[in-house]
């Protein structure tokens, strides 16, 4: 029963529902379009694969297994880029104002700041908010004990590209050369790369989170349509890279 409801769930809501659309409108359209009904079926397809967590494993695990926490992390500056928060109000942690990812990044910075006594540079760009995410990240640290006098914020970048250029900024000012880069594993490959080409000379990847399921066994659950959003974040991350080599080749 149990395995049943699980089936049915994932073919009825959305995106499975589409799959289930699509399947439905090829059969209709099987004698009246050949075309149009394989379209349809191609189409379910690629609804069924970019929603399922093999696909979606298959394509993250490459990102999130590109570099791995160091044994002894040190440097002169911990560097934190955000990566969204929530509008809203009556919060009583800025922590619950924070995305999943930036929250896992500050949490794992607080911690990190903590051990090695370095100060922390938390970049992030205007939230949908009266404050930046980086100062709402900023406020999260000093709840956890970080000493706010350590921490520096920047609100201005608003994508990857900027992060790295501001943040350069702000080491070439107070004289930090290595860094500590605290992102999502999924993200780090495109932060490494943007940061070295925007001037950094040694840039230690410090990656936090993970989504895939590490020598997990495969199991049908791994093959059923959800709205988990893993593989569009991997394409995403994927598409950055191209375009980045792209960009510095020519430039």
Not at 27 to 43: E, K, Q
Not at 51 to 72: K, Q, T
Not at 130 to 148: H, I, K, W
Request: proline letters at 6%; glycine letters at 10%; one cysteine or more.
């Amino acid at each position: 029963m149990y395995l049943l409801k699980k089936i049915i769930s994932a073919f009825v809501l959305p995106p499975g529902i589409m799959v289930t659309a699509l399947a439905v409108l090829a059969y209709y359209l099987r004698r009246r379009s050949r075309r149009a009904s394989l379209a349809c079926i191609c189409l379910a397809a690629l609804t069924w694969a970019g929603s399922c967590g093999f696909v979606s494993d298959a394509l993250m695990r490459p990102l999130e297994n590109a570099y791995e926490i160091p044994a002894r992390p040190g440097g002169d500056v911990i560097i934190v880029l955000c990566s969204g928060s929530y509008p809203g109000s009556g919060y009583f942690s800025a922590g619950e104002a924070l995305s999943p990812g930036t929250l896992e990044g500050a949490s794992a910075a607080a911690l990190l700041q903590k051990k090695t006594g370095l100060p922390v540079i938390i970049s992030g760009g205007p939230a949908p908010l009266p404050e930046s995410d980086a100062a709402l990240a900023a406020r999260y640290l000093v709840e956890r004990g970080v000493p706010p006098e350590v921490i520096l914020t920047e609100g201005a970048s608003r994508d990857t590209f900027e992060n790295a250029a501001f943040s350069l900024k702000i080491c070439r000012e107070k004289g930090y050369k290595k860094v500590l880069l605290v992102t999502s594993r999924c993200h780090m490959a495109r932060s490494i790369m943007l940061f070295r080409k925007a001037g950094f000379g040694e840039v230690v990847p410090f990656p936090v989170g993970g989504r895939t399921s590490a020598g997990g066994r495969l199991s049908i659950f791994h093959l059923l349509p959800n709205s988990d959003s893993r593989a569009s974040q991997a394409l995403k991350e994927y598409l950055g890279l191209v375009f980045y080599r792209v960009y510095y080749f020519f430039l």
